[in-house]
């Protein structure tokens, strides 16, 4: 068993506390971050110094509740500044992300003893969340033991523990999933990712983990069914009865798609640098005297991909500030948030993907060949928009007859909803 501490009132704090003051970390980071693409997709993840950087300015702590010595941003402005961080390298802002945003999951159902004991005095917490089950689990007395590859784990070089979907293999049939916290000192990491691993996203973090016959405490495992979309919130959550504020009803369909879409954003912001930078130093093909920035055709592929880029980024603050009025309207009245307006905000994020991933492929199919090449960064770019264009949850395509459904109240047929 962990050892158990209690709440401290003066918490740890951090030295950046304001939106403005993140962004511009993020922005004074961006060369850094460009010069070492190579190496940090060679690796398969950020540097220990740049972990050690997130961690004396708080970088992991924007989610985390005021309690606990977190800053308790709201999800507009986190996600603005992943995406700041994403427009220096996309892979690694994916790790970032994905390591920094399940403290909202944490603290939005998990339980105050619970929190006490993971939170501690500091708050350091990062996390991966691999949300569709895997792996085995039965239940023992005082727990459940798991076993198991788990995948796709992203965050999890320098995680502290890591969420884990199983399905209760001695449970009735139907029985929720289980969500477990598990500490580091329980899995190992494999390594599969980075190099050539993988077509894009070489640096995120997303390496699989094992896990040998873990125990797994009862108070450390929540049930988990459909994102949390149909849950009961006439109590509110452990997360808003403990922290009083309705970011942490933990609804997670919209902030686990927008854990995606805030560094494929930023990848577009990268390749419209870039895209830039060409256009403006590369002669016009059969015209030498002219740059390629004096070009029309040029010209409105750039304007194009800048367009589409500030309508996702748009997208994705609108859907972020209607989920908090939407949190608001629970505060105020108990209302839920409804399984209809939950996937509605899942897809219309989905629809931000959509064009972000479009201004890349404009940018990198019109730049010409020569960005075709394997150390070129608009190629980076390209094949780091491609994992997320592939991800299960960016399919809008199929994801738009769950929308429907919703909307007509018909059965979803999806996540058990």
Not at 100 to 111: D, E, I, Q, V
Not at 284 to 298: E, K, T
């Amino acid at each position: 068993m962990g050892q158990h501490h209690t709440h401290l009132a003066a918490a740890v704090p951090v030295p950046a506390e304001t939106v403005q003051a993140f962004l511009a970390l993020a922005r004074e980071l961006r060369t850094q971050l460009r010069d070492n693409q190579e190496l940090c997709d060679a690796q398969g993840t950020y540097s220990a110094q740049l972990h050690e950087f997130f961690i004396e300015h708080g970088f992991y702590k924007l989610l985390q509740p005021k309690r606990y010595g977190g800053l308790e941003f709201d999800l507009g402005d986190f996600y603005q500044i992943m995406i700041e961080v994403s427009q220096g390298h996309p892979a690694l802002g994916w790790n970032l992300t994905l390591g920094a945003a399940h403290s909202l999951t944490f603290a939005a159902h998990w339980p105050q003893a619970v929190q006490d004991e993971i939170f501690g005095v500091d708050g350091h917490f990062v996390a991966p969340h691999r949300a569709f089950p895997s792996g085995h689990c039965v239940k023992v007395p005082g727990g459940y033991r798991v076993s198991g590859t788990f995948n796709y784990c992203t965050g999890i070089t320098y995680s502290t523990h890591a969420i884990i979907t199983v399905v209760d293999g001695s449970a009735e049939q139907g029985a929720p999933a289980l969500n477990c916290l598990v500490p580091r000192s329980s899995y190992t990491i494999v390594d599969d990712w980075g190099g050539s691993e993988t077509l894009g996203m070489r640096a995120s973090g997303s390496n699989s983990i094992c896990l040998d016959d873990v125990f797994v405490p009862d108070r450390m495992a929540t049930p988990f069914v459909g994102f949390f979309a149909n849950q009961d919130v006439s109590d509110g959550t452990a997360g808003t009865r403990l922290h009083g504020n309705p970011l942490y009803l933990g609804y997670l369909m919209l902030p686990y798609h927008a854990n995606l879409l805030a560094p494929i954003i930023g990848a577009a912001r990268a390749a419209l640098d870039e895209y830039k930078r060409i256009i403006e130093v590369s002669p016009l093909p059969f015209s030498p005297g002219q740059s390629r920035s004096q070009d029309a055709n040029y010209q409105r592929a750039y304007g194009q991909a800048l367009v589409q880029t500030d309508a996702a980024e748009a997208i994705l603050l609108h859907v972020c500030a209607q989920h908090k009025a939407l949190a608001e309207r629970w505060r105020q009245t108990g209302e839920p948030i409804s399984i209809s307006e939950n996937l509605r905000a899942w897809g219309t994020l989905q629809q931000a993907g959509r064009q972000a991933c479009e201004a890349v492929e404009l940018l990198f199919r019109t730049a010409g060949t020569s960005q075709a090449r394997s150390q070129a960064k608009l190629l980076r770019y390209f094949s780091d928009i491609q994992m997320y264009r592939g991800h299960v949850g960016a399919q809008w395509e199929t994801f738009s007859t769950y929308v429907a459904r919703a909307e007509l109240g018909l059965p979803v047929g999806f996540l058990q909803l």
